[in-house]
């Protein structure tokens, strides 16, 4: 019985089909005949935004049907900034080790997790040996206070990107997803959205991508141009700055000491590609 | 302190500066002084799409700091269809019975819902008072067997817009976000996005709205051009509604046995548009 929690096996249902697939779809990655299940560790934390952590978990949750973990400090429920729980699955301990995907989201509790040792410390473990190192948001500032951007081009949402993201060693890139060797930044909150299909698709493959795309009826047509500072424009700009003013001032004053040695903790080379 | 729940408020402080505004964008509706809170319930069912809650919960906490209801027939925690836990904070009979949104989620769990007494007995009664009933995804075959979008123009995912809405009663129609009177649906899971949008702008103005969206970061930029069937093509079409399948066959057995007299039950006459 299919649902949605099964797009891989789909994907293998559907073998024949791409068999007789029209050569000009030949350039998307075919699926081989059996493929592991993808081992996805999400953070959760009080105050993330849950549209961080729940656009990314509704298009890979396919990928991992049983080993997709929302982990947080301890097992239970998680309040997020907007007053919505979810509930971590997987506590720091009991977190496999070996990870395809390290994902860490953003919100306005990132400040507190960019000083919270347990988290960083976390973090900075399991990212060492995961294929991918990625966050949506202003997760990549809690990447950044655990040394782990250093020297990488990465985003982060817009109020925070180009005034934050220095102060961690990453060198800020005005973009929906970057990727920068095996780390995968995204811009704020929506964009989890695009970072998880590119992701997706680095995974499994573009049809794996395209096929959750259609399962989410992912044709964004937004009722207004306001996405972006520019498009906004200054009334709109300087209304939005003021809701997340303190998000931004927090995270500044939680990266202004973290400066070498901190940041050389966790001061490797960054590692080659390990894309497929 | 700001954040994001208080998107409402930070729309008081920009008074001064809406008043500076230029003209070329005043025919945004302006904040009114005083605005009260809008009392929005959003229902959560085991096997629900979280996406398709949390994307509209998130845009419109704002407006809602302390009266946005997540409703179950129990308080606690609710499985999605993804593996994911929303806690429900308020139970079918503590729900305030006046409201301004009434909202239904879709997923792989929509026929069990069409089938279940108590949530329909829920939605009839809520809906008869809502000064909004809204849905996204399959959420409106829901609606629909609670006999709410009789006569109405409608929307669905579109796995099962053409196909299952007309034996509700509906009249299928292929966009985004269609409004008809106080009944607004919305296309499958990230639609919800757009919809909380619209939805925003007609209970507190399009700047609101602009903010929001830009608070988001909804600058949607899809690395694949495969969010519709057209879009996606026949192959990958096919791969997506076999992962539908269950949920299609199962929603239009659900569907089948509702015709009038039960119809009949929440057959009045289109309520004239309250919106403002």
Redesign the interface.
Known sequence: ???????GA??L??AA??AA??SQ?LDAARPSVWMPPVRIAMLLYPGM???DV??P??LL??LA?DT?H?VARSVG?VLS???????ATTSFADCPTELDVLFVPGG?GTAAQMRDGATLAFLRDRASRARWVTSV?TGSLILGAAGLLKGYRATS??CARDTVLPLLGAIPVDD??VFDGNRVTA?????G??FA??LA?RLRG??Y???A????????????E????A???P??????Q??????VTEARKAAAPIQPPELGLGDAPPPASRED
Chains 1, 2 share one sequence.
């Open positions: 019985m299919a649902n949605r929690r099964e797009i789909a994907a249902a559907a089909l791409l697939r029209p779809a935004t849950a549209l729940v656009g978990q509704g949750a396919g049907p997709l929302l429920p900034d907007t007053g919505l729980s979810l509930i306005d948001c949402h817009w929906r997803v811009a704020g909150v929506s964009a959205l695009d299909l590119a698709a573009e049809d991508a395209r096929t795309q259609l399962v989410a009826e992912y044709a964004p047509k937004p009722p207004f306001a996405g972006s500072p498009a906004a424009g009334i709109i700009t300087q209304r939005a003021a809701i997340l003013d303190t998000l």
